[in-house]
Nanobody, 118 residues
Framework: QVQVKESGGGLVQAGGSLRLSCAASGNILRINDMGWYRQSPGKQRELVAV???????NYADSVNGRFTISRDYAKNTVYLQMNSLKPEDTAIYYCNAFVVGGTTGGFWGQGTQVTVSS
């Protein structure tokens, strides 16, 4: 079994910052990609940022230059530093970890709400 748990969401004013964390635990041999996705009401879940096992990163155009993804490989944890937040960043943010272990595949967390007020 693999568990993925996000934390760090909340309410912030436009222009502010938040830092999200996501930890994976359980039957893990190694983790390949770890990424952040978000979903707002009436919209499909979209990729925000992803970081590979080798440290390469990729960002959605809408957050490039404002958000930074990083990873602690020893702790199976990924972070998302969000700066210059905008109301349109309001969404539930989900973490995904592609795990190689007893069960290999992508595992999702429950999500954490981020609300940016104008």
């Amino acid at each position: 079994q693999v568990q993925v748990k996000e934390s760090g969401g909340g309410l912030v004013q436009a222009g502010g910052s938040l830092r999200l964390s996501c930890a994976a635990s359980g039957n893990i041999l190694r983790i390949n990609d770890m990424g952040w996705y978000r979903q707002s009401p009436g919209k499909q879940r979209e990729l925000v940022a992803v970081i590979t096992s080798g440290g390469s990163t990729n960002y959605a155009d809408s957050v490039n230059g404002r958000f930074t993804i990083s990873r602690d490989y020893a702790k199976n944890t990924v972070y998302l530093q969000m700066n210059s937040l905008k109301p349109e960043d309001t969404a539930i943010y989900y973490c995904n970890a592609f795990v190689v272990g007893g069960t290999t595949g992508g595992f999702w967390g429950q999500g954490t709400q981020v609300t940016v007020s104008s």
